[in-house]
């Protein structure tokens, strides 16, 4: 049996959310579970706090949370994100064995020797990620990967465990059964009255591998202290950007995009031979005057060469004066895939793309000449009501610039939306049976019973359903901006059904449900 290896292990307690979180741009503190084949994959402190639990079903995590988020769970999510993170606890250790997204393991030995001992080398580690803004991380230090991911997940007040070397077997005798093998043989082992990791190790190392097989085997030396699991380090990732510096500075977007002209031939060259195309760049720019100006470009295709310096020019146009669109002399211009596809997912169908290839080519092209905004098309966005979720972005980007449709909206109209939305609410009159105008009051009670209403003012049509009110009451903080409203949903003789609001005792119809 191998001697263990002293292993330093961090671990990203939730990372399956804190992934979500950085992807979408969300809040910390909103309560959000992720969900997959209906039950709770992951969810958040603030969502365990209500009573939401891994492995719920999700309408049982939604009645004890009710304002909670629910995304699909997308496995990818985690693998991107950790990516940078992982990137930057190699530049600080070397020999990092990915586990799985927000685990993962190296030797201990380098690094306790470079930075003076093993817990001065998980005191790095712990700054890193605090830098890369990945909080909350543990660390675990002992004789193989096993024992350092309890350490890890031992829940101490400290962020960083340490097991004495020749201490593990000791650490590890009052863990329970079930950390350590296979539910199935977890079970058979509590039934013979095998509860700890220490009754388990102390039984016969033969005789547990003649009745449970090999890996139990392997297994018993582990719970001995003996683990001889081994760290192997991933292979770093290939490097597709491309930089290049300007000696002297230029001052002009011309000189610059055409100087950088081959750089993005080069870039998309070398994704095609290695059979990938981008779908996202992030673009950085620096000047003499020591700015850096660095955005995040996406394309609803694949980025070609005429594409990157397309966004080159719209960055370098937007980021000083008109004239120019230059504060200083641009010294450094870099390139980074941020999204990378196989080729062979966007590759052309035997008779062409269609329509829509052709579309996508005229869009393009009218982009280039007008700018990144000149072509815009429809996108949905956050907010409570219909218009305010009407989002323009411009051709291209997948994102609107305001709050994300994802976010909880309280009060926000249920599914399914209205049809037609109208640009400007057009004035509507609500009538009770009576004749008089109904009305809200600051409770919420109505003045009579919807009967008749108008949508163009002249014409009275009869109500024969209706629903509602459901109170708005927006930035209450705010004397200039805030608003309180009811909104209804009626149903006229037609059977065509409306979405009525009624502020300040006037009636406005907002949309139509086609």
């Known amino acids: 049996m191998t001697a263990p290896t002293r292993t330093i292990l961090l671990w990203c307690p939730d990372w399956p959310v804190t992934a979500a979180r950085r992807s979408r741009a969300l809040e910390p503190d909103v309560p959000l579970a992720l969900v997959e084949s209906g039950l709770v994959f992951a969810c958040s402190a603030t969502a365990r706090d209500?009573?939401?639990?891994?492995?719920?079903?999700?309408?049982?995590?939604?009645?004890?949370?009710?304002?909670?988020?629910?995304?699909?769970?997308?496995?990818?999510?985690?693998?991107?994100?950790?990516?940078?993170?992982?990137?930057?606890?190699?530049?600080?250790?070397?020999?990092?064995?990915?586990?799985?997204?927000?685990?993962?393991?190296?030797?201990?030995?380098?690094?306790?020797?470079?930075?003076?001992?093993?817990?001065?080398?998980?005191?790095?580690?712990?700054?890193t990620l605090d830098e890369v803004g990945v909080h909350?991380?543990?660390?675990?230090?002992?004789?193989?990967?096993?024992?350092?991911?309890?350490?890890?997940r031992s829940g101490t007040p400290s962020r960083i465990t340490i097991v004495p070397p020749?201490?593990?077997?000791?650490?590890?005798?009052?863990?329970?059964?079930?950390?350590?093998?296979?539910?199935?043989?977890?079970?058979?082992?509590?039934?013979?009255?095998?509860?700890?990791?220490?009754?388990?190790?102390?039984?016969?190392?033969?005789?547990?591998?003649?009745?449970?097989?090999?890996?139990?085997?392997?297994?018993?030396?582990?719970?001995?202290?003996?683990?001889?699991?081994?760290?192997?380090?991933?292979?770093?990732?290939?490097?597709?950007?491309?930089?290049?510096?300007?000696?002297?500075?230029?001052?002009r977007v011309d000189q610059v995009t055409f100087g950088f002209r081959a750089s993005a031939d080069r870039f998309i060259e070398e994704l095609v031979?290695?059979?990938?195309?981008?779908?996202?760049?992030?673009?950085?720019?620096?000047?003499?005057?020591?700015?850096?100006?660095?955005?995040?470009?996406?394309?609803?295709?694949?980025?070609?060469?005429?594409?990157?310096?397309?966004?080159l020019r719209w960055q370098l146009q937007g980021s000083g004066r008109i004239?120019?669109?230059?504060?200083?002399?641009i010294t450094r211009v870099r390139v980074v895939p941020e999204s990378l596809e196989a080729i062979g997912d966007h590759e052309q169908g035997l008779w062409g793309s269609g329509h829509d290839e052709r579309v996508h080519h005229g869009l393009s092209r009218m982009q280039s000449l007008l700018g990144h905004g000149g072509v815009l098309t429809a996108a949905v966005g956050g907010g409570r009501g219909p218009l305010e979720r009407e989002t323009l972005v411009p051709w291209g980007d997948r994102r609107p610039a305001g709050g994300s449709p994802e976010r909880p909206w309280p009060g926000r109209l249920p599914p399914p939306a209205p049809g037609s939305v109208f640009e400007r609410p057009r004035p509507a009159i609500v009538l009770s049976s009576d004749g008089?105008?109904?009305t809200v009051d600051g409770?919420?009670?109505?003045?009579?019973?919807?009967?008749?209403?108008?949508?163009?003012?002249?014409?009275?049509?009869?109500?024969?359903?209706?629903?509602?009110p459901w109170q708005i009451d927006e930035r209450w903080w705010d004397a200039e901006?805030?608003?309180?409203?009811?909104?209804?949903?009626?149903?006229?003789?037609?059977?065509?059904?409306?979405?009525?609001?009624?502020?300040?005792?006037l009636w406005w119809v907002e949309a139509r449900y086609d």
């Open 323 to 329: 004239e120019s669109g230059l504060s200083s002399g």
């Open 166 to 251: 020749g201490g593990t077997a000791e650490f590890l005798a009052p863990l329970p059964i079930g950390l350590l093998v296979e539910p199935a043989q977890a079970a058979l082992l509590l039934r013979l009255g095998i509860r700890t990791v220490a009754d388990f190790s102390r039984l016969d190392a033969d005789d547990v591998e003649a009745r449970f097989g090999r890996e139990a085997g392997r297994l018993h030396a582990v719970a001995s202290g003996l683990d001889g699991g081994r760290i192997v380090p991933r292979l770093p990732p290939e490097q597709w950007d491309v930089g290049l510096a300007f000696e002297p500075p230029l001052d």
């Open 481 to 505: 901006n805030s608003r309180r409203a009811s909104r209804f949903q009626v149903v006229d003789e037609t059977g065509a059904a409306w979405l009525l609001v009624l502020e300040d005792r």
């Open 50 to 127: 209500e009573g939401v639990r891994r492995g719920q079903r999700l309408r049982e995590a939604q009645a004890r949370c009710p304002g909670l988020l629910v995304l699909p769970y997308a496995a990818e999510a985690d693998a991107r994100e950790f990516e940078p993170v992982i990137a930057g606890i190699e530049a600080t250790i070397s020999g990092v064995q990915l586990l799985r997204p927000g685990l993962c393991a190296m030797p201990a030995r380098g690094p306790a020797r470079y930075y003076g001992g093993e817990e001065e080398a998980a005191l790095w580690l712990l700054d």
């Open 436 to 438: 008089s105008p109904v």
């Open 443 to 468: 409770r919420g009670a109505l003045s009579g019973v919807p009967s008749r209403f108008s949508a163009d003012g002249t014409t009275l049509r009869t109500l024969s359903a209706w629903a509602g």
């Open 136 to 152: 909350g991380s543990r660390i675990g230090v002992a004789d193989g990967p096993f024992a350092a991911e309890q350490a890890a």
């Open 273 to 311: 031979r290695a059979r990938l195309v981008a779908t996202a760049i992030g673009i950085e720019v620096e000047s003499e005057s020591g700015e850096l100006s660095r955005r995040s470009w996406l394309h609803p295709r694949s980025f070609t060469a005429a594409d990157v310096l397309d966004r």
